[in-house]
């Protein structure tokens, strides 16, 4: 990230699919150190191929079939970059429809993290009426990162919004553990996400204190359940999305 911006490119692919593309174009190319970052865990696809595809080719896109805001503008922005990231933005989305269906959700994800500099920095960044299109200059936005939240804030400073960013990201906690217990000590997983959009949307906390409160107790049960069993809960490990999908 410290090196010459004409020559360093990193990607961040959210599944398989977008592995492939981000792979495929990298070895492609010519004159560029590219970084790929990927798990090497069984995940969900959550695009088909040519999706996957036009994704990346953007680099950073709206997830419409993830979100809710199609008839106006969102009450919060969830952002999410990196696999695990994605899926637990997703699973938190699934979670604050089921409870709080009103909320109007607008779900990005980035794949190429230059995306997220101004275009006077960088070759890839967005100029600032793109960047603001899609995280607009007045909503609370919710980001998960893959790495340090400290970055997100270092490429996004200058734009317009950057006073409603709250990032979740690596804070250097972990163990020999299970996967989401993992995330869990990180503070990057669905029910601590669900508890930043309701602390973040203007007179949310009020109404919704209920799901909050529920928040903490699945944390604490599933924190539980690790210590005594050694494994995720099934319905943690086995979650797959069930909302609508673009065929």
């Given amino acids: 990230m410290n090196k010459k911006a004409e020559v360093i490119r990193v990607y961040l692919p959210p599944d398989a699919n977008t592995l492939l593309s981000v792979a495929d174009h990298c070895l492609r190319s010519r004159q560029y150190v590219n970084l790929i970052v990927a798990g090497k865990q069984p995940s969900l696809d959550w695009l088909t191929m040519d999706q996957a595809i036009l994704h990346c080719s953007r680099g950073i896109g709206m997830w419409d079939w993830a979100s809710n805001d199609r008839d106006g503008e969102p009450d919060v922005v969830m952002a999410c970059c990196g696999d695990t990231p994605t899926l637990e933005t997703l699973a938190a989305v699934e979670i604050l429809h089921e409870h709080l269906p009103e909320l109007r959700i607008r779900v990005i994800n980035v794949v190429d993290l230059m995306r997220l500099q101004p275009s006077s920095e960088h070759p890839h960044g967005l100029s600032d009426p793109e960047f603001d299109a899609l995280f607009t200059v007045d909503r609370p936005v ?46 990057l997983d669905r029910f601590h ?48 999305w069930s909302g609508p999908r673009v065929e």
């Fill in 193 to 240: 996400l669900v508890m930043d959009v309701i602390d973040r949307v203007p007179g949310l906390a009020s109404r919704a204190g209920h799901v909050r409160q529920l928040m903490v107790d699945r944390r604490l049960e599933c924190r539980d359940y690790t210590r005594r069993v050694g494994d995720d809960p099934a319905e943690i490990r086995d979650w797959i």
């Fill in 142 to 187: 919710v980001f998960a990162y893959h790495g340090y939240p400290w970055l997100i804030h270092r490429l996004t400073y200058r734009r317009a919004n950057h006073l409603n960013l709250h990032v979740r990201g690596y804070k250097e906690e972990g163990t020999t553990t299970t996967p989401f217990d993992m995330v869990m000590l990180n503070d």
